[in-house]
C-alpha cells in the first residue's frame, strides 16, 4: 500500500524534475573538484540541492530531507569559504548524493525511504565541524556500486513467450492484431505495457569494508521482497513540436471532407475529368500530409541524447578515483536527438564502454607521465547526426591495444584455437574484445576481468539495429564507434518472396541483389556457393533458415552483410523497398521473426531477425534446391 495516499501524481512529478537535479549536482560537483574556486558553480550546486530538500519536505520524506540539510549546510559553508574543498570532502558529498538516488529509488515504489547510515550522518556532522577522516584514497562508491547513476534502476528483460516456428503462425490472429480487429483470445497479443522489459529493484549493497560512508540501501529492503517497475512512460514534447501535430491533424481533416465531397459527387455520376483530377489532387495533398504527420509525431520521441550522457561524468570520476588514474570525462554532441526508447536501452552499452575506457584504456598517472603524456588521461563522449544514422564515440587518449596481443589472450583463454587467431587481420583482432569471456586482465577483480562487459555492449547494439566497431593505435589511445537508426519504430526493409508469402529483412544489412543461375551455384566443401566479383560467397536458402519446404528453385538472391559474415540468401523473387512500422509479437513469436507488418494490399509481411537466425541454423543448404527438376 502506497505511503502517500493521493499523492502519487505528485510524487512522480518531483522524481523526475529532481532526478535531473540531482543529475546536473552531480556533473557539477565533478566540475567544482577541477575549480574549487568557482562561487557560481557552488552556488548553483546550492541552489539544486535546496530545491530538492523543498520538494521532499512538500511530500513529508523527513529522512531525505534530514540527508539534504546536512549536505546542503557544507555546500553553505564551501560557499562561505568556511571549508575547503578536499578530495575527502568530495568523498563524502559524492556518497551523500549517492544515497538520495537510492532514496529516490524507494520514493519511486511509494514508500519511505529509509534513513541515511549513520557512518554517513556522522561523517557529514564531523566536516561540518571541520574534522575530516584521514583515509587512504577510495571512491565515493565501490566498486560494484560505479554504475549508472539514474533514478530509475537497472532493467531485467521478463521471460521470453514460447517460441514457435513460421509454419505454427495462427495467420488469422496475427491478422487481427495487425488491424486491431479483436481476435480470439488464445491468440490477443499482449499489451505494449506488458511486452516491455520490466524495472527490477536495485539489490542491497553490500556493507562498507572502510569507515567510508556509502550509499543507503533503502531502494532495497530486506524486510521486504524485491518489487518491479516498469519503464518510465512519460516524455517531454516542445510544445511546437505539438502544434504541429495539431496544425497537420487540421489540415488532414479539411482534406478528408474534401476527399468525401469528391466521392459523393463521383457515387452521383459525376465522373467528368475535373472531377477526376480534382480527386487524384486531394488524395495526392493527403499523402503529402500524412507523411509530414508521420515524422512530425516521429520527432515527438525524440530526445536530445544530453540527459544520458549527463549520468557519466559522476561514474567516471568515482571509478577513476578508485582506480587512482586522472581522468577527465569529456562530452560533445549532447544536443544530438535520437529516439526516447532507444536512449534508455543505450544505458548500459555507454556504462560499460565509459568502465572500459577508465579502467583498460588509460594508464596511471605515473605510467602517462614516463610515456611523456599528460599526467591526465582525456576519455571522450561523443554524438552525432550523419544522415538517417546516429553515430555515438567513446575514445580515450590511452594505451591503445595490440592485435597480437588479443589474439594471443583469445588462444590462453581457449575462445579460439591457434590457427584461427593467426588468420585473423588487425581488425579482426580488435574485435576479439566483443566476444563472450574475452578479457585481457589476468586477475578478476570487482571492476573488470571476467569477459562479459564487451559482448553485452555487441549484444544491446545489435538488439538496436545497431553497430559497433573499433579502431586502436597502440600507445595512443583506442575509439569504439556506435551507429544507430535514427528510430526504432520505422525500419527500412527489402520485401522478398518465399512460397507466395512476404518476408522483410532490414536494408541496412542488404548490399545488392542479384540473379541466381543454377549453373552458377557450385559446392565448396560441401556447401553451396557463389562467386561474385571473385569473392566465393556462401549460398544459404531462406526456406532452410526458417525450415519451410521449398517449392521451387530461388531465383533471386540477397547479398547481405549479418552476424559478422557476407552470404548471399535465396528467395523466390522480390517485392522492392519500403518503410515499415513494426508490430511486435508476444505471444506468437516465431525463432527468427523480429515483428510484423502490413504491406499495402493488407496482407502479412514478416519482419526476419537474421542475427537470430543465422544463430539458430544448424544445417547448410542443400545443393538439389538450386537444380531444377
Same mark, same amino acid.
Given at each position: 500500500?502506497?505511503?502517500?495516499?493521493?499523492m502519487e501524481e505528485l510524487l512522480q512529478d518531483f522524481l523526475l524534475e529532481a532526478g535531473e537535479l540531482l543529475s546536473q549536482v552531480?556533473?557539477?560537483?565533478?566540475?567544482?573538484?577541477?575549480?574549487?574556486?568557482?562561487?557560481?558553480?557552488?552556488?548553483?550546486?546550492?541552489?539544486?540541492?535546496?530545491?530538492?530538500?523543498?520538494?521532499?519536505?512538500?511530500?513529508?520524506?523527513?529522512?531525505?530531507?534530514?540527508?539534504?540539510?546536512?549536505?546542503?549546510?557544507?555546500?553553505?559553508?564551501?560557499?562561505?569559504?568556511?571549508?575547503?574543498?578536499?578530495?575527502?570532502?568530495?568523498?563524502?558529498?559524492?556518497?551523500?548524493?549517492?544515497?538520495?538516488?537510492?532514496?529516490?529509488?524507494?520514493?519511486?515504489?511509494?514508500?519511505?525511504?529509509?534513513?541515511?547510515?549513520?557512518?554517513?550522518?556522522?561523517?557529514?556532522?564531523?566536516?561540518?565541524?571541520?574534522?575530516?577522516?584521514?583515509?587512504?584514497?577510495?571512491?565515493?562508491?565501490?566498486?560494484?556500486?560505479?554504475?549508472?547513476?539514474?533514478?530509475?534502476?537497472?532493467?531485467?528483460?521478463?521471460?521470453?513467450?514460447?517460441?514457435?516456428?513460421?509454419?505454427?503462425?495462427?495467420?488469422?490472429?496475427?491478422?487481427?492484431?495487425?488491424?486491431?480487429?479483436?481476435?480470439?483470445?488464445?491468440?490477443?497479443?499482449?499489451?505494449?505495457?506488458?511486452?516491455?522489459?520490466?524495472?527490477?529493484?536495485?539489490?542491497?549493497?553490500?556493507?562498507?569494508?572502510?569507515?567510508?560512508?556509502?550509499?543507503?540501501?533503502? *531502494?532495497?529492503s530486506s524486510a521486504a521482497p524485491p518489487q518491479t517497475l516498469q519503464k518510465e512512460t512519460t516524455i517531454r514534447i516542445d510544445t511546437?513540436?505539438?502544434?504541429?501535430?495539431?496544425?497537420?491533424?487540421?489540415?488532414?481533416?479539411?482534406?478528408?471532407?474534401?476527399?468525401?465531397?469528391?466521392?459523393?459527387?463521383?457515387?452521383?455520376?459525376?465522373?467528368?475529368?475535373?472531377?477526376?483530377?480534382?480527386?487524384?489532387?486531394?488524395?495526392?495533398?493527403?499523402?503529402?500530409?500524412?507523411?509530414?504527420?508521420?515524422?512530425?509525431?516521429?520527432?515527438?520521441?525524440?530526445?536530445?541524447?544530453?540527459?544520458?550522457?549527463?549520468?557519466?561524468?559522476?561514474?567516471?570520476?568515482?571509478?577513476?578515483?578508485?582506480?587512482?588514474?586522472?581522468?577527465?570525462?569529456?562530452?560533445?554532441?549532447?544536443?544530438?536527438?535520437?529516439?526516447?526508447?532507444?536512449?534508455?536501452?543505450?544505458?548500459?552499452?555507454?556504462?560499460?564502454?565509459?568502465?572500459?575506457?577508465?579502467?583498460?584504456?588509460?594508464?596511471?598517472?605515473?605510467?602517462?607521465?614516463?610515456?611523456?603524456?599528460?599526467?591526465?588521461?582525456? /576519455?571522450?563522449?561523443?554524438?552525432?547526426?550523419?544522415?538517417?544514422?546516429?553515430?555515438?564515440?567513446?575514445?580515450?587518449?590511452?594505451?591503445?591495444?595490440?592485435?597480437?596481443?588479443?589474439?594471443?589472450?583469445? /588462444?590462453?583463454?581457449?575462445?579460439?584455437?591457434?590457427?584461427?587467431?593467426?588468420?585473423?587481420?588487425?581488425?579482426?583482432?580488435?574485435?576479439?574484445?566483443?566476444?563472450?569471456?574475452?578479457?585481457?586482465?589476468?586477475?578478476?577483480?570487482?571492476?573488470?576481468?571476467?569477459?562479459?562487459?564487451?559482448?553485452?555492449?555487441?549484444?544491446?547494439?545489435?538488439?538496436?539495429?545497431?553497430?559497433?566497431?573499433?579502431?586502436?593505435?597502440?600507445?595512443?589511445?583506442?575509439?569504439?564507434?556506435?551507429?544507430?537508426?535514427?528510430?526504432?519504430?520505422?525500419?527500412?526493409?527489402? /520485401?522478398?518472396?518465399?512460397?507466395?508469402?512476404?518476408?522483410?529483412?532490414?536494408?541496412?544489412?542488404?548490399?545488392?541483389?542479384?540473379?541466381?543461375?543454377?549453373?552458377?551455384?557450385?559446392?565448396?566443401?560441401?556447401? *553451396?556457393?557463389?562467386v561474385v566479383r571473385d569473392e566465393v560467397l556462401p549460398v544459404r536458402s531462406l526456406a532452410t533458415l526458417i525450415a519451410w519446404e521449398?517449392?521451387?528453385?530461388?531465383?533471386?538472391?540477397?547479398?547481405?552483410?549479418?552476424?559478422?559474415?557476407?552470404?548471399?540468401?535465396?528467395?523466390?523473387?522480390?517485392?522492392?523497398?519500403?518503410?515499415?512500422?513494426?508490430?511486435?509479437?508476444?505471444?506468437?513469436?516465431?525463432?527468427?521473426?523480429?515483428?510484423?507488418?502490413?504491406?499495402?494490399?493488407?496482407?502479412?509481411?514478416?519482419?526476419?531477425?537474421?542475427?537470430?537466425?543465422?544463430?539458430?541454423?544448424?544445417?547448410?543448404?542443400?545443393?538439389?534446391?538450386?537444380?531444377?527438376?
Amino acid at each position: 500500500m502506497s505511503d502517500f495516499g493521493g499523492m502519487e501524481e505528485l510524487l512522480q512529478d518531483f522524481l523526475l524534475e529532481a532526478g535531473e537535479l540531482l543529475s546536473q549536482v552531480d556533473n557539477k560537483l565533478v566540475e567544482l573538484e577541477k575549480r574549487p574556486e568557482d562561487r557560481e558553480l557552488l552556488n548553483d550546486i546550492f541552489r539544486g540541492f535546496h530545491t530538492i530538500k523543498g520538494g521532499a519536505g512538500f511530500l513529508n520524506v523527513e529522512n531525505l530531507v534530514t540527508l539534504c540539510h546536512r549536505t546542503e549546510n557544507l555546500f553553505d559553508k564551501l560557499r562561505n569559504a568556511e571549508l575547503h574543498l578536499s578530495a575527502e570532502l568530495m568523498d563524502i558529498i559524492m556518497a551523500a548524493t549517492a544515497t538520495v538516488r537510492d532514496m529516490f529509488g524507494a520514493l519511486s515504489q511509494s514508500v519511505q525511504p529509509q534513513a541515511a547510515e549513520t557512518t554517513l550522518l556522522g561523517a557529514l556532522d564531523a566536516a561540518l565541524a571541520g574534522h575530516l577522516p584521514v583515509r587512504q584514497a577510495a571512491p565515493a562508491t565501490t566498486a560494484a556500486e560505479a554504475a549508472p547513476q539514474a533514478p530509475t534502476p537497472p532493467v531485467v528483460p521478463v521471460a521470453p513467450a514460447a517460441a514457435t516456428t513460421v509454419e505454427d503462425i495462427n495467420w488469422d490472429a496475427l491478422h487481427a492484431a495487425l488491424t486491431g480487429v479483436p481476435a480470439a483470445p488464445a491468440a490477443a497479443p499482449v499489451s505494449e505495457a506488458a511486452a516491455r522489459p520490466v524495472a527490477a529493484v536495485p539489490p542491497p549493497r553490500p556493507a562498507p569494508a572502510q569507515d567510508l560512508p556509502t550509499p543507503s540501501r533503502a *531502494a532495497a529492503s530486506s524486510a521486504a521482497p524485491p518489487q518491479t517497475l516498469q519503464k518510465e512512460t512519460t516524455i517531454r514534447i516542445d510544445t511546437a513540436r505539438l502544434d504541429q501535430v495539431l496544425n497537420l491533424s487540421g489540415e488532414i481533416g479539411l482534406t478528408k471532407n474534401r476527399i468525401a465531397n469528391l466521392k459523393t459527387q463521383i457515387l452521383h455520376g459525376r465522373n467528368d475529368q475535373d472531377t477526376l483530377k480534382a480527386l487524384d489532387t486531394a488524395v495526392s495533398q493527403l499523402d503529402l500530409l500524412v507523411s509530414d504527420l508521420q515524422n512530425a509525431v516521429m520527432k515527438t520521441r525524440m530526445q536530445p541524447i544530453g540527459r544520458l550522457f549527463q549520468k557519466y561524468p559522476r561514474l567516471a570520476r568515482d571509478l577513476a578515483r578508485q582506480l587512482g588514474k586522472d581522468v577527465e570525462l569529456v562530452l560533445s554532441g549532447e544536443e544530438t536527438e535520437l529516439d526516447k526508447t532507444m536512449i534508455e536501452d543505450l544505458n548500459d552499452p555507454l556504462v560499460h564502454l565509459v568502465r572500459n575506457a577508465v579502467d583498460h584504456g588509460v594508464e596511471t598517472a605515473e605510467e602517462r607521465t614516463a610515456a611523456n603524456k599528460p599526467a591526465k588521461a582525456i /576519455v571522450t563522449l561523443s554524438a552525432s547526426q550523419v544522415g538517417d544514422h546516429i553515430y555515438i564515440e567513446i575514445s580515450d587518449d590511452g594505451k591503445g591495444m595490440r592485435p597480437d596481443v588479443l589474439r594471443r589472450k583469445a /588462444v590462453e583463454k581457449g575462445i579460439l584455437d591457434a590457427e584461427t587467431a593467426n588468420g585473423l587481420d588487425d581488425r579482426q583482432s580488435l574485435h576479439l574484445v566483443f566476444l563472450p569471456g574475452f578479457s585481457t586482465k589476468d586477475q578478476i577483480s570487482s571492476v573488470s576481468g571476467r569477459g562479459v562487459g564487451m559482448d553485452v555492449v555487441k549484444t544491446n547494439i545489435s538488439k538496436l539495429n545497431g553497430k559497433i566497431d573499433v579502431v586502436s593505435v597502440p600507445g595512443q589511445g583506442s575509439t569504439f564507434t556506435i551507429s544507430l537508426p535514427l528510430t526504432l519504430a520505422i525500419l527500412p526493409v527489402l /520485401v522478398v518472396r518465399l512460397n507466395n508469402q512476404s518476408f522483410a529483412v532490414p536494408l541496412s544489412m542488404v548490399r545488392e541483389i542479384i540473379p541466381i543461375k543454377p549453373d552458377e551455384v557450385q559446392r565448396v566443401s560441401g556447401r *553451396a556457393t557463389m562467386v561474385v566479383r571473385d569473392e566465393v560467397l556462401p549460398v544459404r536458402s531462406l526456406a532452410t533458415l526458417i525450415a519451410w519446404e521449398a517449392r521451387q528453385a530461388p531465383g533471386f538472391g540477397v547479398l547481405m552483410h549479418a552476424a559478422d559474415s557476407t552470404f548471399i540468401m535465396a528467395v523466390d523473387g522480390f517485392v522492392g523497398r519500403d518503410d515499415v512500422v513494426i508490430k511486435p509479437l508476444s505471444d506468437i513469436k516465431p525463432k527468427g521473426i523480429a515483428g510484423a507488418t502490413l504491406s499495402g494490399d493488407g496482407s502479412i509481411v514478416l519482419v526476419l531477425d537474421m542475427e537470430e537466425l543465422l544463430a539458430n541454423v544448424k544445417t547448410d543448404t542443400p545443393m538439389s534446391l538450386f537444380i531444377n527438376s
